[in-house]
């Protein structure tokens, strides 16, 4: 049975799962109602964020659909429950994200997991981390996948190579070099592009390690004028605007933690809609699920495929295999989309031939295709 716990209901080895991507990422997940055998395991996923992220969906169901392609089906094999901490858009200070924190490790404390998978830095941090300081003794294993931090600097995780406790995963990296040449071959005549971001912490840790990332690129097609990170839609506006004449392309990390005169978060529709009536150049997103909202194109891990390599690898662990010696590693399963609305608008035509390989084409702002 699967049910949310939020404010809202929502709707062997590494380098073998992820060769396996190439014929298995093209099917939808299954649901059994089966019913549950006595030997089932309980599986708890955490997310960072609420299912209102396609992100977080493509996350959650290319878990799922990990578990399933490895033979293990929900209802026959294993129990999962899911709790999304919703610390991007409702439980934003850190007052609300140690609440939201302590449920989860109530969950924790109750259900008994014998796996469990987290989504993005607060989960892991948060979640995690922290039930493994607070249970040294403990065995439960973990599964992260989305993290943006260097999980080394957590006590429960020796190095990347070898983590040497319960927690292993996969990182999430701004894949730069594909990004920048994606946009130089779309945009041929551009040559400078300004990277914008909201306040957020994962928005505030990829400015920090930027540059060495930046540099360790294979090459440059694109040079980065700027990389501003914006706390207020007012400055993000103005940035906007103060941009037009200087760069090609507007880059867009992140757009989801912007606030208001007030404090408030301001709704990425908002931002976007803003966008979609003041920004004259093209947009590329850093991040896959953007062009779902609206922005031009938008390039960066997948979701979904990196999900399945997680199920995958906790059926491994569930099997048997010490999560303390799996390596910690950046998968590097990348996904480009492309919204055709607001090429329109812009007056853009993309070569047909990336639009053939693309994940995913959209029509509209917003989420209808």
């Known amino acids: ?10 709707a062997a080895g590494l380098i073998g799962l992820v060769a396996a991507l190439v014929f298995v990422v093209g099917c939808g997940s299954t649901e059994s109602t089966s019913p ?14 609420s299912d209102a992220f396609q992100w977080t969906r493509e ?10 392609r490895a033979g293990f089906i929900e209802g026959r094999d294993y129990e999962l429950q899911t709790f999304f901490m919703d610390t991007r858009i409702t439980y934003t200070s850190p007052e609300q994200v140690s609440q939201r924190a302590a449920e989860a490790l109530e969950i924790m404390r109750s259900f008994g997991p014998d796996i469990l998978f987290v989504t993005d830095d607060n989960a892991l941090k948060e979640v995690a981390v922290s ?20 999980p080394s600097v957590y006590p429960p995780i020796q190095s990347l190579d070898a983590p040497g406790g319960p927690i292993t995963g996969m990182l999430e990296r701004i894949p730069y070099d594909e990004i920048f040449h994606l946009g130089k071959r779309l945009f041929p005549d551009a ?17 920090s390690t930027f540059q060495q990332d930046y540099l360790d690129s294979e090459s440059q097609p694109l040079e980065v004028m700027d990389f501003l990170q914006l706390q207020t839609f007012a400055a993000w506006k103005e940035a906007v605007l103060e941009y037009q004449d200087k760069a090609d392309i507007i880059g867009i ?46 390039v960066g891990n997948s979701g979904r495929k990196t999900g399945i390599l997680a199920g995958g690898l906790g059926v491994d662990i569930l099997n048997g295999r010490d999560p303390g010696t799996v390596p910690i590693i950046d998968a590097k399963l ?11 608008m812009l007056g853009i035509d993309f070569p047909p031939r990336e639009l053939v390989s693309a994940a995913r084409v959209f029509h509209t702002i917003g989420d209808a295709e």
């Open 131 to 150: 039930y493994v300081l607070e249970n040294p003794g403990g065995s439960v294993p973990m599964v992260f996948l989305g993290i943006n931090v260097d």
């Open 1 to 10: 049975m699967r049910f949310s716990m939020s404010s809202r209901v929502p």
């Open 253 to 298: 990390l992140n757009y989801h933690q912007l606030k208001d005169e007030k404090g408030g978060i301001v709704a990425s529709r908002d931002v976007v809609g803003w966008m979609t009536k003041n920004n004259l150049l093209p947009e590329l997103g850093l991040v896959s699920e953007w062009a779902e909202e609206g922005i031009l194109v938008s």
């Open 191 to 207: 040559s400078k592009i300004v990277i914008l971001a909201d306040g957020g912490s994962s928005s505030e840790f990829v400015a």
């Open 59 to 68: 996350l959650d169901d290319g878990i799922i659909e990990g578990l399933d």
């Open 334 to 344: 990348i996904d480009a989309k492309y919204n055709l609305r607001r090429a329109e």
């Open 36 to 49: 549950q055998s006595d030997g089932a395991k309980r599986v708890l996923l955490v997310h960072s964020y």
